[in-house]
């Protein structure tokens, strides 16, 4: 008989050496979500600067009371695939309250935005295709190109001429994608859309931005930075979620109406997988409402994150090109990352250390997420606590 555990040997091994280099990463458990951005984890209370929550939507009492409208009239589950009998009514409504809200003729619901990048990419993509893809792009983004079989290249992070080197050499392509995140997860900074939009003018092609850290939070009817630039209207895939600022789960796509038919019947993380359950729905619904109706919860959060970053760069933190509610601390070496989120924990802060694979080798930081629930009071005592330890611990002089 085969002994499981002896087996498994090699990944034991594995997880050693992830340990050994400070790679190795642990879940940790949240006891209780509260208000204002904070959590309670075992006896401590500490201030959450790690989440996604930008606008504070998830604990929101409408959202809650949406979601369980919802389940009371639809059910729990969905129960099926959309092209089964998994698309119920509410799906239809929801997809239509999104493509209003972007601005476009269509859009398509997708259970997360690492399946709708999947799924999109594999689906539109194909060998003998070209894929132009930012360097600091998302993981979900990178793995749906490798899925779809296209040749495809990572041009240096925001690189425009580098990008029109690549245009110009694989002008012969059958398709060309250009994709971009619009905000940078892990360094916080804006995608050039409007220079990206001109390359891809001048040299054909489609572009595809993933909004996901922008939905919500840019834009005049917070529609993502595409809406904030006025320049959605010259882009053919819009992407984005609403498991961040919109304070619930799921993703979608949106777009012209041949783009939407075209998944509905391509994309196999749509075709073969179970709908969004109806609670998710009605809280999407009245999340977008809410987006639209009070845009100074965006305005708020972005004049917060801008007085956080310009306190720590004055304080001699490298917070490389943040511009947005994303604010990283760029510490270099992995253990030292871990020894500052550490200590931040023990003073009444939640930031998790970021380090390889999810950045560059040598490029380990803490990333603070801020959000718009974030009092003043909190923000100027955690940044004074964040000085404070990065003086301790040798960060900054």
Known sequence: MIDRRSSLAPLTQELQDLESQHLRRQLQVIDQVLPGGWVQVGDRRLLNLSSNDYLGLALDERLIMAAQRAAARWGTGSTASRLIVGNYALHAEVEAQVAAFKGM????????????????IAALMDRGDVILSDRLNHASIIDGIRLSGATFYRYPHRDLNRLEDLLIKTAGAKRRLIVTDTVFSVDGDLAPLRQLVALKNRYGGWLMVDEAHATGTWGANGA???????????????????SKALGSFGAYVAGEVPLIEYLYNRARSFIYST???????GAIQAALLIVAQEPERRQRLLGQAAWFRGKLEAAGFDTLNSETQIVPVLVGDNQRALEFAESLRQAGIMAVAIRPPTV????ARLRFSLAASHTPEALAGAAQIIIRIGQELGLIP
């Open 105 to 120: 003729e269509r859009a398509a619901l997708f259970n997360t935005g690492y399946m709708a990048n999947l799924g999109i």
């Open 224 to 242: 993502g930075l595409a809406e904030a630039l006025e320049v959605a209207d010259a882009i053919e895939i819009h992407m984005g979620t609403f």
């Open 275 to 281: 709908a969004l359950p109806p609670p998710v729905l």
């Open 360 to 363: 560059p080798p040598g490029g």
